[in-house]
Structures are given as C-alpha cells and as structure tokens.
C-alpha cells in the first residue's frame, strides 16, 4: 500500500477523549508510514504525560462564552479554517483530508473540493439531535443545513457504530459512502510489565487479596448512573465486590457520600484523574471493567481499553455495544439501569475469578481478531483512500 501525505483536520479545545482519538490515529498512520500534518485550533497530537508540567492553556480552551456567541465562532471558524488548511496544503500536497467531523463545519469539504482530493470525515455523533436534545443549540437551521452538505459531500464517512451510520444516512450521508470504523486501543501498553504495575496500583489501595475489584474509568455524570454499582453492592453473594473509580466529574462527590450512607465507604475507592501513561496499570488493576450507561450510538473507548487489558467488561445490553460484546463470551451484558441485573452479571465473576480471568482473554483475542486497534483502523483509512484514488484513475 502507498504512503499517503494526509491533512488531519480538527476543532478540538478539550484534552478529553477526543483528543486521545485524534492522538492515537495520527500515531497509527505514521507508524504506517504516512505523513501526517495536523491542522487544528488546539494541536492534539502530543499528549501530556505524568511528571510533566501542564501547559497553560490555549486562548481557544480558556475562552468561555453564551452559546449563541459560541455558536456564532463555529460559523466563522470556517473562514479560519479554510485559510488554515489552504496554507496547509499549498505546502504539503496531501493526497486526502481527514476531518473530525463538528458543528458548523465545513471547511475540510470546502478545501477537499477546492484543491481537488477525497475528504474522509470522521463522525462520533448526531451532532445536530444531540445539541437539540440537550437544549444547546440556537442556530438549528443552519445546523441543520451545513450537517446534510458535508455528510452528502463527504467521499467517505466514518461513523463509530453501525446505529450511528444508520442515523447519518438518515441525515444526508450516501449509503454507499458509510463505512464503520469503532474506537480502538493499543494493546500492545498492556504487556507483562502493566501487571506488576497493576499489583502496585492494589496494594497502595491495600484491597484485600479475596477483593474483586469493578473499575469505571471517565468522567462522572448523574445520568451515568454509577448509583446502580452501590444498590449491588448490597446485594447477596457480592460482599467481595469493590468499586474503583478512576477520573473525577459532578457525580463523584453524589457518589462518595452515597456510599458513606450506605456503609460502604471502605469498599469504593476514588483515585481521581489519571495521566494516560498511567492509566494502564489502573485498567490492569481491575477484576472487571464497567460501562455503566452509555448513549445508544456511541463507541466507548474505556471498553476497548478493558478488552485490550484482558479485563472482562460488563456493558448495558443495547444495539451499539452488541456490536462489539457477546454476552457471556468476551464480556457480560446486562439490563440498561437495572441494578438486579447487574449484580446477576457479575455474581459468576465474583464467585469464580477463573472464569472471570478466562472472559477477560477471551476480550482480548476478540479485540485482536477483529482489530479493533488503532493500527487496525489506520489500515482502514488507508484501504478506503485506495479504493478511492483507483476508482478516479479509472
């Protein structure tokens, strides 16, 4: 497969999720031997590892405004972008765009079109629903009409799920343009090392050696409604069970305090933010990996992660995550707020580590087998820009 010289295109502020996607892809398709030049507000591509100080913050990430202005930046952002990725390419003659699909935006289709290469967007949600249904958005006609121009003016779209690919057709996308492409992970940072590791993260929380040790990873919402680990807790046959919190969020402080009126104080445990050099050994810590509720299109890159880990995952049984995890075979699935089914999906765990250990691996090889890696999707990328450059040579 050729190289490629590949304009990655994005308007991320935040150094959240996010910024880990655009991270890990841009190091996948150089590791591949592409060229990649990212064009962006905020730069991404360089992660901020522990021991290092933080940099201060961008004016983009530090600029707070009413949503009306805020979406009004979006629409001239355009203008920004364009110029960007204009200058961009006058230099670096990339042989495609990849842009990060957000709202308001169409400069990567602009510039794609303009200088005469196929445009790759990546999308992770139905931007314009989910902004409307979370009350945010004040331009929705404009919204509205710049989503239908790019999705239909995209060579390709990337949606995350196969229920989020269903909804962009819905909204514009060509269906012969949709392709697939779920999160991943590196598996590759959970060698044997990571274990040793991960003993050290046990004992400096001195968890008994019978704990089975459930871990979330993110940023903590109400509505992910990690209430419902609590309510189990209590349950028969999970007095072994502990909870292990890694990140912070509005529901930590809910939840602590919860805990200590439940009497169960001793058995959840915060650790707080986490620097991605050392998340790994946390994962690795964990008995079980815990999805507690999810939106119903979205790719979640904790789960991956988890599976990349050899840590059986339990995940809300709705159509997204299907697409990844087969009940009883390289994860658990359970019912979607239903704090009884959750505890019957981690009973078997708690009462046979071995089992759990063999679920676990059996993650692992399915997350090998179908390369839900970054690598794996660098390769996807790559084979779609391919089938494009061949069918215009013909």
Avoid at 7 to 17: P, S, T
Avoid at 19 to 24: L, S
Avoid at 301 to 306: H, P, V
């Amino acid at each position: 497969m050729s190289a490629y010289r590949i304009l990655y295109h994005h308007r991320i502020r935040a150094n959240d999720g996010q910024a880990v996607h655009v991270r890990e892809l841009i190091a996948a398709l150089r590791r591949r031997g592409h060229e990649v030049l990212e064009c962006a507000l905020v730069p991404k591509a360089t992660p901020v590892l522990s021991g290092r100080s933080a940099a201060r913050p961008s004016f983009w990430q530090r600029l707070s405004l009413p949503r009306t202005a805020v979406e009004v930046l979006e629409v001239l952002y355009n203008r920004k972008g364009r110029a960007m990725l204009r200058r961009a390419a006058a230099s670096f003659r990339p042989d495609f765009i990849y842009e990060r699909h957000a709202l308001h935006c169409r400069a990567g289709l602009d510039v794609a079109c303009e200088i005469g290469v196929p445009l790759l967007l990546e999308v992770n949600s139905p931007m314009v629903t989910e902004m409307q249904e979370l009350r945010l958005l004040r331009l929705p006609w404009l919204a509205r009409r710049c989503e239908r121009a790019v999705l239909s003016g995209a060579d390709r779209v990337l949606a995350v799920t196969s229920v989020l690919a269903a909804m962009l057709i819905e909204r514009g996308a060509k269906s012969e343009n949709v392709r697939v492409v779920p999160n991943g992970a590196q598996p590759e940072r959970y060698g044997s090392e990571v274990q040793h590791a991960a003993a050290a993260v046990r004992a400096r929380l001195k968890l008994a050696a019978d704990a089975f040790v459930l871990g979330f990873v993110g940023y903590m919402r109400p509505w992910h409604r990690l209430d419902l680990v609590l309510e189990a807790m209590l349950l028969p046959g999970l007095s072994p069970l502990h909870l292990l919190l890694v990140g912070s969020g509005p529901a930590l402080p809910m939840l602590l305090a919860r805990a200590q009126q439940l009497g169960l104080a001793e058995r959840v445990h915060s650790v707080g933010e986490v620097p991605s050099d050392l998340l790994p050994p946390h994962v690795a810590a964990f008995d079980a990996a815990l999805v507690p509720a999810i939106n119903p299109y979205a790719s979640p890159l904790k789960l991956f992660d988890s599976l990349a880990a050899s840590v059986p995952s339990l995940v809300p049984d709705q159509p997204n995550l299907r697409e990844i995890i087969s009940d009883g075979q390289n994860g658990l699935l359970f019912k979607p707020g239903v704090a009884s089914s959750l505890a019957q999906s981690l009973r078997p765990l708690v009462a046979d580590r071995a089992l759990a250990r063999k679920i676990g691996a059996q993650g692992r090889q399915s997350l090998l087998e179908h390369r839900f890696t970054w690598d794996g999707n660098a390769e996807r990328v790559t084979a779609m820009v391919e089938d494009l450059l061949q069918k215009g040579a013909s």
